[in-house]
């Protein structure tokens, strides 16, 4: 297995926006390579602070996903091999599961990145872009991420970017008035959830349909048209959607901040959804997803003792997982074995080990053996 990644570890916002894919634009990339011949598997993740490509295929993979990232990126390669990194085999292995459970994160053991590598599987499941190797890779780091987060600390009271935005927004004003576009999304509906555990708050979100319903209640909803006329309204606005456009322009705000009140405008998309240019306005404070970062480091700094127990943990999945694949692969030819070891004695299979193996690898068999007739 291989992997490239473009993460907030290699990569700012405006080298990430370029590799935010839709989900229809994921579906037709892993599409894509996997009718080039050169890749016979492919999972495709993309969140905020990070696209990955998954992949199962030959001497050629490699390079054909490279050139399918150029192509839907709209960048050369050398304009971004800088910000890639690259993993295959066990190291590949390894970042998945690290991924899986959040030790790759912006803020360590975060909960949101097991759901979306979750619904990244299930992407690619549905469109059949993955098969028995992934299937069982992609499984096994799930079951490693729950382990973590049931027999460590990494992921208590752990603090996602939602909560250090909802928490900015507390720090900005005491009593807010706060709008949030994208409140129906992932991200959103995370930080609405916080919003509205706090006292003393009035939350207004945007809604595109009429229908939409909010698991929270206690907020006002408005449609997403009429959003300037709250801007206004508001002392802070949070913006956390999936729009390949921006859901705030700098033009389009003159003539709803002129009354000089102090505004925080709270950007958690990627591609960005605010107009970076309202940063020059008078009393407007714009802050965006690569703030969080330096917000992070303290709780990180909290989970680092967890990280060790961690590593320990996905060591010992990635061991079992390695056999559940090499037992996989040899399944087609048992019978066949069997067949031919039906009239061997095991006195001459020994001795046939011996002459066929390393010595290191002899002895472990020896020593399985010598357990194996205690039991």
Do not use: W
Request: charged share 25%; aromatic share 8%.
């Amino acid at each position: 297995m291989y992997c490239i990644s473009i993460s907030h570890k290699s990569a700012g916002t405006d080298i990430r926006k370029k590799f935010s894919f839709s989900k229809d634009i994921q579906k037709a990339f892993a599409e894509n390579l996997i009718s080039s011949g050169d890749v016979q598997e492919c999972v495709t993740l993309c969140t905020c602070n990070r696209t990955e490509i998954y992949f199962c295929g030959n001497n050629n993979s490699i390079r054909s996903v490279r050139k399918m990232l150029s192509e839907y990126s709209g960048l050369s390669e050398p304009d971004f091999v800088q910000y890639i990194r690259m993993y295959t085999g066990d190291n590949a292995l390894k970042h998945l599961f690290r991924v899986s459970c959040g030790i790759e994160s912006m803020v360590i053991g975060e909960d949101e990145i097991l759901g979306q590598l979750k619904d990244a599987y299930k992407l690619a499941f549905e469109n059949h872009t993955v098969s028995h190797i992934l299937n069982i890779i992609f499984q096994s780091a799930v079951t490693c991420a729950k382990r973590i987060k049931t027999d460590t600390e990494l992921s208590k009271t752990s603090v996602s970017i939602a909560t250090l935005a909802s928490n900015e927004a507390f720090r900005f004003c005491e009593n807010p008035d706060i709008l949030i576009i994208g409140a129906t999304g992932k991200t959103g509906s995370t930080v609405l959830k916080n919003l509205v555990s706090h006292k003393n708050v009035n939350v207004t979100a945007t809604i595109r349909e009429r229908n939409t319903i909010f698991s929270v209640s206690g907020i006002r909803t408005v449609n997403y048209r009429d959003r300037y006329k709250y801007v206004r309204e508001s002392d802070c606005i949070i913006s956390a959607t999936s729009s390949p456009h921006y859901t705030i322009t700098a033009d389009r705000m003159t003539d709803f901040i002129s009354d000089g009140r102090k505004r925080m405008f709270i950007d958690l998309a990627v591609p960005p959804d605010i107009d970076e240019s309202i940063s020059g306005y008078n009393n407007i404070t714009l802050i965006g997803i690569d703030y969080f970062k330096k917000l992070a480091e303290n709780n990180n700094n909290i989970k680092r003792d967890s990280i060790e127990c961690s590593e320990q943990i996905i060591s010992e999945e990635i061991e079992n997982l390695k056999k559940r694949l090499a037992l996989h692969e040899f399944l087609p030819e048992l019978e066949n074995i069997k067949k031919k070891l039906s009239g061997t004695d095991f006195e001459d299979l020994i001795y046939k080990m011996k002459a066929g193996l390393d010595s290191e690898s002899f002895m472990n068999i020896l020593e399985f053996f010598r357990n194996y007739g205690k039991d």
